[in-house]
Structure formats: C-alpha cells, structure tokens
C-alpha cells in the first residue's frame, strides 16, 4: 500500500540556520507532491507544489526538491525564525482517478532564538 | 475572496447523536475536499466534489459518513449515531481543479462524549 514517511519527531534548528525537512513514499508514483504548513488548532496553509517533471522549486526562503528515482522530497527552509516554528506536512496526489491528496504524518519544527 | 469558511469551529456531542457540519468554499472553486485530521496524523482524505457532483465517496469511513453539496456552493458533512472514535479535526478544502493548490478552513473540532 501507498506509504509516506515523514521524521513527525520535533526538528529543532538555531535561528538563521537552514532548516531541511524530508518526506519519503513508497508505492506510489505521484505525478505532484505539494508541502503545506500547519499551525495548532488551525487548517493547513499551501506552501509549494511540484511537478514529477521538476527537480526544484522556490519561493522566497523556501526550496523544494523533488527526486522521483530516490522517491523523496527535500523541504529547506533558508535563514530560519522563530515565526516560522509549526508543523510541515507533506501530501501527494491520491492517484487512482481520485483528486485529493495524501497526507503524510508532518515534521514539528522548532526554530530556537 | 474571504477564504474557505467552516461552522461551527468546535462541537460537543453525546454518543449516539448526529452531527452535520457546514463548508462554504473560495466561490470560484469548483471542486471541494473533506478530510478528518486526528491528534499527530497529518489530514485524511474522506470525499471530494466537482460543482455538486461527488466524484470519489469510497473512502468515506463508514456508512454513517455522508456529504452533499447540492447547488454546488456550499458543502454539509454529516455523521450519524457518532462514537467516540469520531472525535477529530474535520477539514474542508476547496481549488479551481485537480493538482493545483487547495485552500483549507480552519476546520471543525468534534469531540464525542
């Protein structure tokens, strides 16, 4: 069955390193993988999507790799802040003819002032 | 665009009782998205519509779950006979269509007592 993996142990980094994030699937062979953020008690926010045809994306601070052959997906977080301290959720498509995504567990991160 | 609007944001039930929540959508997206979230899991996909067409229903979690959207605006997700296991983050998301970014509400929280 479809699995992804995210380390949804608490990540923490010194504010104004580089914070990298990991998501690993097996099984499955999405044709995107997108990265959002959540903060307690509140919906997901979309951060980036990427393409199976991508090799990386980025948005201000934000990259995002995505390796089809490795089957894995790098989420960097550049010049980290506190402010940017929540939880990081990965998601695929669900595939099967379905629209949706999977999610997988998410990686808490904690920025350090 | 005043975003994806969820009622109520938190719901207390006795066991046995049926439940319905309400989604309203970003009004330029057709498809609209279900998903329940539960304490250290990322979201799970439940059902999704395109306009008021319910496209995917499969992985709803039981037959007690149903959804309806029927003038393709507005969506209600309604539990019946809830159990304690019901008790969860329920998540809607809306999109202009399929592998694009979707807009999450901030979610309703049952719990089931």
């Known amino acids: 069955s479809q699995k992804i993996e995210q380390n949804s142990e608490a990540l923490n980094i010194q504010e104004g390193k580089t914070a990298t994030l990991t998501c690993n699937y097996t099984?499955?062979?999405?044709?995107?993988l997108q990265w959002y953020r959540q903060d307690p008690g509140r919906g997901p926010v979309f951060l980036l999507l990427?393409?199976?045809?991508?090799k990386e994306k980025r948005k201000e601070r934000l990259k995002v790799t995505f390796d089809t052959t490795l089957k894995q997906s790098l989420f960097h977080i550049t010049a980290s802040q506190p402010a940017d301290s929540a939880t990081y959720l990965c998601?695929?498509?669900?595939?099967?003819?379905?629209?949706?995504?999977?999610f997988g567990k998410g990686t808490h991160l904690i920025i350090q002032p | 665009d005043t975003g994806v609007s969820q009622d109520p944001r938190h719901k207390i039930t006795k066991r046995g009782q049926n439940v319905t929540f309400r989604c309203d959508p970003i009004?330029?997206?057709?498809?609209l998205y279900w998903y329940r979230q539960t304490l250290g899991q990322g979201p799970e996909f439940l059902t999704y519509?395109?306009?008021?067409?319910?496209?995917?229903k499969s992985r709803l979690l039981s037959d007690r779950f149903s959804a309806e959207r029927p003038k393709g605006s507005f969506s209600t997700l309604e539990i019946q006979r809830t159990e304690q296991g019901d008790s969860a983050m329920y998540l809607c998301?809306?999109?202009f269509g399929p592998g694009v970014k979707a807009f999450f509400g901030q979610g309703t929280r049952l719990t089931v007592v």
């Open positions: 998601a695929l498509a669900l595939g099967g003819g379905a629209d949706g995504l999977t």
């Open positions: 099984n499955y062979s999405p044709a995107y």
């Open positions: 519509f395109q306009n008021e067409a319910q496209l995917e």
């Open positions: 998301a809306s999109s």
């Open positions: 009004s330029e997206h057709n498809r």
């Open positions: 990427i393409r199976e045809n991508e």
